[in-house]
């Protein structure tokens, strides 16, 4: 196995303990309930997908809640999914609550696969269905890759396109850099441009154990004009 990949499966683990701290699991608890009673990148909740794919014969499930800093808007999400054969599907599972309040879900495919020991690239496809018309609300289609310069160092890269009713169409691309400062903590900066705007993140990982990770992060505009947010996300990977 190469460094990459070495390193991918190190982060994503085998199981998910038995025992964990209480406040991670009020933070879980909260996250999935807030998900359960909504039926909603890669990467968690970045915009910026890695060049990488769950091991096979593992699952996930990735969870996050949203806010921009001025209460207008907010997101729950829930996204389960697993390795099959040579990809990763997963389903998505979004309430959006800003005027009203919609519900979005939609399918997702990824595949990924290392050209040489730092270099690995991919495709991810999905589409995205709500409970209003028009029902078909986007399909985004993403070349992935991510370059890997040191063991603490990660590039990530995307270019696509996301694709709208009425033949509308947008760029979806972007580009982050990841820092694994310790063996629990990695941090994220990011600039990605979707839905027709320009935007920039910075954030915070902290690995419980192999399996569990929680996230942290601020957005915002890149050219300011519109109210920033913050995200906490939960994800963790077992072995089915």
Known sequence: MNKFLAR?????????????????RLLMRG??????????????????DDASILEPGQC???????????????SAHVGPGCRVGPVELSLNLDRVRSADTTTVTG???????????SLSVGLAAS????????????????????????DSWLVHAN???DFRPGGLSSTHAGAAIEWQATPRWSFVA?????????????????SLNDAVNVDISRASGWRGGSPAWWTVGVSWVWAR
């Open 60 to 74: 996930q499930l990735e969870t996050w809640a949203d806010r921009t800093t001025d209460g207008a808007r907010s």
């Open 190 to 206: 990011e600039r990605f441009r979707e839905g027709g705007g320009d935007y920039g993140r910075t954030g915070a990982r902290w």
């Open 107 to 117: 399918p997702q495919v990824k595949w990924a696969t290392p050209v040489s020991d």
């Open 159 to 161: 270019a696509g396109r």
């Open 127 to 150: 589409a995205a269905l709500q409970d209003r018309a028009p029902r078909q609300a986007s399909r985004t289609l993403l070349l992935l890759g991510t370059w890997q310069p040191s």
């Open 8 to 24: 991918g499966a190190a982060s994503t683990g085998h199981r998910l303990i038995a025992h964990t701290a209480p406040a991670l």
């Open 31 to 48: 996250l999935l309930l807030t998900a359960a009673h909504a039926a909603h990148a890669a990467g968690g909740h970045h915009a910026v």
